[in-house]
């Protein structure tokens, strides 16, 4: 079992004081730790924004692509090498707006990464615009009479869209956001866990008393997250409630990956260029 402390870079983050950032990196190692997984097997991918630095900070394999461009680069690497565990990190207007085409798609192919993203409503790298998870009215400097458009709902769009686990935490409940991160990387496809946390600087609609009043557990109702529609029909609850927890999780749905005839046996990355059998790949293509 690697030790947290040898998932230390010795880069240190400059992210704002109290930002929720520091507390998802400290949960990822001990995610990392916990599972005993080997840090040469762990490949944590990342796009542009302020916690999209993740993969400097934790001494795994890992990869800063561009902005919103995280589960493209994960899905690569799954498929150079599906024996890898890949955890893509990043924020919502990353996923949900750059990339939101990307999500749908990874979703719906069940491919087995773990996307987790800092979902503070707002651009907090750029110094504060509205982004895809912002609410309706939110004033930023691209929306100074406040934001006209809806927000993404996350949770919704993934189970709609095929993930297999969805869920979604707080991060100042470091246990039970890192339980659902640990139950999202041992999950057999697609888990999202939208992760709720403030960013203090530029966000002070959506602020930690904003959440700490609104905020539930589902673990602690009658809730099951095995039906579909019941779980879409909880994704929509929002106001004035805000439930956390696992949404929804589908056991047995083929990943993407397992379903390629290429990564069967001597994975694509351990095989020379010149010895991959292409014609599997034209195959897939018909
Ligand atoms: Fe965190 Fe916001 Fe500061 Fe970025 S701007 S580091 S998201 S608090």
Redesign the pocket.
């Known amino acids: 079992m690697v030790d947290i402390k040898d998932l230390d870079t010795g880069e240190r983050p400059t992210?704002?004081p109290?930002?929720?950032?520091y507390v998802l990196l400290s949960t990822l190692k001990a995610v990392i730790s916990e599972l005993e997984l080997q840090p040469e097997n762990v490949v944590v991918v990342s796009g542009i924004g302020?916690?999209s630095k993740m993969p400097h900070f934790i001494k795994t394999y890992g990869f800063e692509g561009l902005h919103g461009r995280i589960l493209p680069v994960a899905t690569g690497v799954k498929l150079a090498n599906k024996n890898l565990t890949v955890i893509a990190v990043g924020?919502d207007g990353d996923g949900y707006g750059i990339g939101g085409n990307h999500f749908i798609h990874a979703a719906r192919r069940n491919i087995d990464i773990t996307y987790i993203v800092?979902n503070?409503s707002?651009y907090?790298?750029t110094k504060g615009q509205y982004s895809p998870t912002s609410q309706k009215g939110f004033v930023s400097p691209t929306s100074p009479f406040g934001a006209i458009d809806e927000p993404v709902n996350p949770v919704s769009l993934a189970i709609s869209s095929g993930a297999t686990y969805v869920a979604r935490a707080w991060y100042m409940d470091a246990n039970h956001l890192k339980e659902l991160i640990k139950n999202g990387v041992k999950h057999k496809g697609f888990a999202l866990i939208d992760v709720l946390q403030?960013?203090?600087?530029?966000?002070k609609i959506n602020t930690i008393e904003w959440y700490t009043e609104k905020i539930y557990k589902l673990e602690e109702t009658e809730y099951k997250p095995n039906d579909k529609l019941i779980a879409f029909e909880k994704s929509q609850e929002f106001y004035p409630k805000i439930p956390i927890g696992l949404f929804y999780k589908e056991d047995g749905k083929p990943t993407y990956e397992d379903q390629l005839p290429q990564t069967e046996g001597k994975q694509p990355a351990e095989q020379k260029i010149e010895n991959i059998d292409m014609n599997l790949f034209f195959k897939t293509l018909k």
């Open positions: 992210w704002c109290g930002c929720g950032n302020c916690g924020g800092q503070n707002v907090g790298l403030p960013c203090l600087t530029f966000n």
